[in-house]
């Protein structure tokens, strides 16, 4: 064998070898990074039903002042003792009831009779609430049953609570309530 | 996607060569746990595996029953079937949550033709790494269960992931994470077939269900999802779960068969051409023969000339 045959030999068989499967590359398989790795994790409480479950809220961020934090995920709380981590299909995609185009983001009403809903300020809706509050008092307000006894009750208006409200406002909402005289009484927490 | 390696790999699919770095560490296999019998059906885990995968919202189907579409899809790892069944003049309403078994014998794995596409990692986890894949889809035929789907806006297959990202990082899957009645769990292979085990005594002895059991076929080596059924008998029932889930023979003799011999072959061929250069030597064009004229007709041409 001379030397022109041992280099083509040796150049054939590399090319053999490599073609069918002595691959010397690396092998690389990676799982994706973890998408909540450094977030900011917020404690929160699902807004949805009665069970009030605890929810932490991973925004991007680590609250630098120039970063302006965006929600990238939800999910259960697993220090919190209601549900222990765990979350209902409704709770599971609270993420999208944050980011959604669809979500209020002012004060609308519908006025009666109108078939569609405007937008208005917060100091006018406050100022239309206001308004009707006392005027639905003033028609409704029964001070004498009708065994004359005081009773001093507003029967016109009714007052829902949320899941979502804590003692504080459940405290304030009571004693402004029955300032008023409003009996009616329904919490989320029934439903 | 970051660098680290977090997960340490068992397999990987059409790999020529030994797969670097296996069996240099320890490994637990993980596994999901999954309690049809205290399945509410309430979805949870189904938001919670769209939500984790940031996969886009879809239309879903409605087919006279609760199920969110007739199958899971490229973007739809995690879906719950739901099967009205009668047993013995009972209404019995079975909800199964279907995803990826990461089967310890993968039949995807198996069928994959392209390098690195599919891999399989020490802990059991069997993941798609959509940049190796060619698309062609033979994971789709390769899995006995009916998951791997193929998207066709990228033209790669996609499938449950056993959430390999946020296992390798030491969380469990979002959607046992979700689950609220407790009927998913995660944990250790063992532990979680202990688990199975326990409560399928339980559904035999208290409950009444004398068919109850555990699912974790052998004929795929075992899965790394693991059901437990009132009637283990029938995995049929729960919306076409296989009794015998088997990879497709031909792939088998494809791949342990046909593939190292047409290689083979391929190989003795080229072989054959250099022995064959070197003893023989090369082929060198043959002497023309040599046309002698004929004398007569030299006579006369040349008589003809002036």
């Known amino acids: 064998m001379d030397r022109r045959t041992f280099i083509k030999t040796t150049v054939a068989g590399g090319a053999a070898v490599s073609a069918f499967g002595f691959n010397l590359a690396p092998v690389r398989a990676q799982t994706q990074a ?26 991007l961020g680590d609250k630098a002042k120039n970063a302006i ?14 549900n222990r981590g765990t979350l209902c299909p409704k709770g599971a995609s609270l993420e999208q009831d944050i980011l959604n185009e669809r979500r209020l983001l002012k004060p609308q009403v519908r006025r009666p009779g109108s078939d569609r809903w405007e ?3 917060w100091e006018q809706a406050f100022d239309e609430i206001a308004r009707k509050v006392k005027d639905t008092r003033d028609q409704t307000f029964v001070e004498k049953d009708e065994k004359g006894l005081t009773v001093n009750r507003c029967e ?7 899941c979502t409200d804590t003692n504080e406002l459940n405290y304030l909402a009571v004693k402004a309530m029955r300032g008023m005289g409003a009996c009616y009484f329904e919490t989320q927490a029934r439903v | 996607m970051s660098d680290e390696r977090v997960l340490q790999i068992q397999q990987i699919s059409a790999h020529p060569g030994p797969v670097p770095g296996r069996g240099t560490q320890r490994a637990v296999e993980v596994c999901k746990y999954v309690d049809v019998t205290t399945c509410i059906g309430c979805k ?5 595996c769209v939500e984790w995968n940031d996969h886009p919202f879809r239309e879903t189907t409605f087919d006279d029953t609760y199920q969110t579409m007739p199958s899971t899809d490229w973007n739809y790892w995690n879906l719950i079937k739901f099967v009205e069944h009668e047993n013995a003049g ?31 990692y020490t802990n059991g986890i069997v993941d798609f790494q959509q940049e190796n894949c060619i698309g062609c889809g033979y994971c789709i035929s390769g899995c006995p269960f009916d998951i791997p789907k193929f998207n066709e806006g990228t033209k790669k297959v996609y499938k449950c992931t056993l959430c390999s990202d946020r296992v390798g990082q030491g969380l469990e899957p979002a959607c046992i994470k979700a689950c609220p ?14 688990l199975a085990n326990t409560r399928a005594q339980q559904l035999v002895q208290i409950s009444g269900f004398r068919n109850a059991g555990v699912y974790d076929p052998p004929t795929v080596g075992g899965t790394h999802v693991i059901y437990v ?14 009794s015998n889930p088997v990879i497709p023979p031909s792939y088998t003799y494809w791949k342990w068969l046909a593939k190292p011999a047409g290689l083979f072959a391929a190989l003795l061929g080229i072989f054959a051409v250099f022995f064959h250069r070197v003893t023989v030597g090369p082929k060198r064009p043959q002497p023309e023969p040599v046309v002698t004229e004929h004398p007569d007709e030299a006579e006369t041409k040349r008589s003809e000339q002036p």
């Open chain 2, 44 to 48: 949870a885990c189904e938001v919670a």
């Open chain 1, 119 to 121: 937008d208005i300020s």
């Open chain 2, 90 to 120: 009972a209404l019995m309403w079975l909800m199964r949550k279907d995803q990826c078994m990461h089967c310890a014998d993968p039949g995807c794995l198996r069928a994959c033709p392209a390098d690195g596409a599919i891999v399989q």
């Open chain 2, 229 to 242: 059924l009132h009637d283990a008998t029938q995995p049929e029932l729960y919306g076409g779960l296989p």
């Open chain 1, 156 to 162: 016109g208006i009714g007052w829902i609570g949320g």
């Open chain 1, 34 to 59: 973890l998408k909540i790795a450094r977030t900011t994790e917020t404690r929160s409480t699902c807004p949805y039903c009665s069970v009030s479950c605890g929810v932490i809220i991973h925004t």
């Open chain 2, 181 to 194: 009645t407790g009927c998913l769990h995660f944990g250790t292979k063992g532990d979680m077939l202990a």
């Open chain 1, 69 to 82: 934090p965006q929600v990238v995920h939800v999910e259960g709380d697993p220090d919190h003792p209601i």
